[in-house]
C-alpha cells in the first residue's frame, strides 16, 4: 500500500470490512416542483450527483458502497458518498431541476445513518449482509423530502 495507507496504519485505523447500503426511495413527489420542471434525485458524492432518477419514478433505488473502519476511538463509516463528522455521517440525495433551461441543485435530503455499533449495523457487518435503508421522499406536504432527516423517517435493516 502506498501513500494513505502507511498514514492510516500509523494513525490505528484499519479498515475491517466493506459493506453496502441499498437506499430505496419510495413515494417520489413528482416532476415538477415551484418554478422547476423535469425535476430528479440524485445521489450527491464527492465529484457531484451521480445516479439521477426522475421524481415521477416509482422509487429511486441508490447503492452506496462503505467501509467499516476500526479506529483508536471506536468504529466509524468512511466513504466517497458519506458526508458529516464522525458519530454523525449521513447520505445526501440532491433534488434537481430544470429552470430557464439549466439544471440546478433545488433542494437536499441529508439521511443521516445510525452509529456503526447500532445492532442493525453490527448484524450487518457480522452476517456480511448489505443494509436495506428505506425513505419516503414526499413529505407530509406533498413536497420533496428535503433537511436532516434520520428515524423513523428512515428504516434500516440487514437484508437478508
Known sequence: MRG??????????????????????????????????????????????????????????????????STPRGPDLFGPYLHGARGARSVRLDWLGRLRGQVRTVSRAELFLPDPRDPVIRQAARE????????DLTDA??????????PPAIVFAPIQ
Request: glycine share 14%.
Open 4 to 69: 494513505g495507507g502507511t498514514a492510516l496504519r500509523e494513525s490505528g485505523v484499519v479498515c475491517v470490512l466493506s459493506m453496502e447500503l441499498w437506499i430505496v426511495g419510495r413515494n417520489l413527489p413528482g416532476s415538477r416542483f415551484e418554478q422547476y420542471s423535469d425535476v430528479h434525485i440524485g445521489l450527491r458524492g464527492e465529484h457531484g450527483v451521480v445516479d439521477a432518477v426522475p421524481a415521477d419514478a416509482q422509487t429511486a433505488v441508490f447503492t452506496v458502497t462503505v467501509e467499516m473502519i
Open 141 to 150: 406536504n406533498g413536497l420533496p423530502l428535503h433537511g436532516r432527516i434520520g
Open 128 to 135: 456480511r449482509l448489505p443494509i436495506g435503508v428505506t425513505v
